[in-house]
């Protein structure tokens, strides 16, 4: 199947600094990618629609100032995570579909500490 | 807005029985209807899917059926085994291709009693 790369898959920051996420679509070109948050025990709630060349779509209730999207590529969307709070400690990941099928990267285990 | 329900939010079965797992959906466009597992950590992987174009589809011991005039669906795993311990979603989906977007249930944590 097609392959989504995510990176990094752990990391840790302190309060208030930034931190990017990178999803990668390793074998096929996606228009656009989804990035989801996951809380423990919960399910992959969707926070926004990247799209390539253009604005990202904001789910009801995410902060578009909080949480940046750049889908600078048919291949590469970067979410950063600006002036981390505790709060934001979270599992995110990303898909991008191909056809209908979507394929999902491996998570990022975001702590703030 | 968009919304899926998923039951039960955890479902624990001896080795060998079957375990059914149901969705709702409220967007009556939704046209896609996968369903992944997912280990602890890790990322979502597809068991099985439906189109809205068909009732019911089988792959070995999982099954998936779907009522689209009632917008629900189920999974149903035959002769299960400990190794489908797992969290497992739903999804209802809509859109074109390369660009369909996903609604995912709250989840089902299925535990297999050996």
């Known amino acids: 199947g097609a392959v989504v790369s995510q990176h990094p898959s752990r990391v840790i920051c302190k309060s208030g600094t930034s931190v990017k996420i990178e999803c990668r679509s390793l074998?096929?070109?996606?228009?656009?990618m989804f990035w989801y948050r996951q809380f423990p025990k919960k399910s992959l709630m969707l926070m926004a629609t990247s799209n390539e060349g253009s604005k990202a779509t904001y789910e009801q209730g995410v902060e578009k100032d909080k949480f940046l999207i750049n889908h600078a590529s048919l291949t590469l969307s970067t979410l950063t995570v600006t002036s981390a709070h505790p709060e934001d400690s979270s599992f995110y990941i990303c898909s991008a579909t191909r056809g209908i099928e979507a394929f999902f990267g491996q998570g990022t285990r975001l702590t703030v500490v | 807005g968009e919304n899926v329900e998923q039951h039960p939010s955890t479902l624990s079965v001896q080795e060998g029985d079957s375990a059914v797992i149901k969705c709702t959906y409220s967007?009556?466009?939704?046209?896609?209807f996968p369903w992944y597992k997912q280990e602890l950590g890790k990322r979502p992987q597809l068991i099985i899917d439906?189109?809205?174009?068909?009732g019911e589809k089988k792959d070995q011991r999982i099954a998936v059926t779907l009522n689209k005039t009632a917008k629900h669906f189920s999974l149903h795993i035959t002769e299960t085994q400990p190794e489908d311990s797992a969290v497992y979603f739903c999804?209802?989906?809509?859109?074109?291709?390369?660009?369909?977007?996903?609604?995912f249930g709250t989840g089902t944590r299925l535990k297999v009693l050996a």
């Open positions: 967007d009556s466009a939704s046209n896609y």
């Open positions: 439906i189109r809205s174009n068909v």
């Open positions: 074998d096929f070109q996606a228009t656009t």
């Open positions: 999804a209802a989906s809509k859109g074109t291709s390369g660009t369909y977007k996903y609604i």
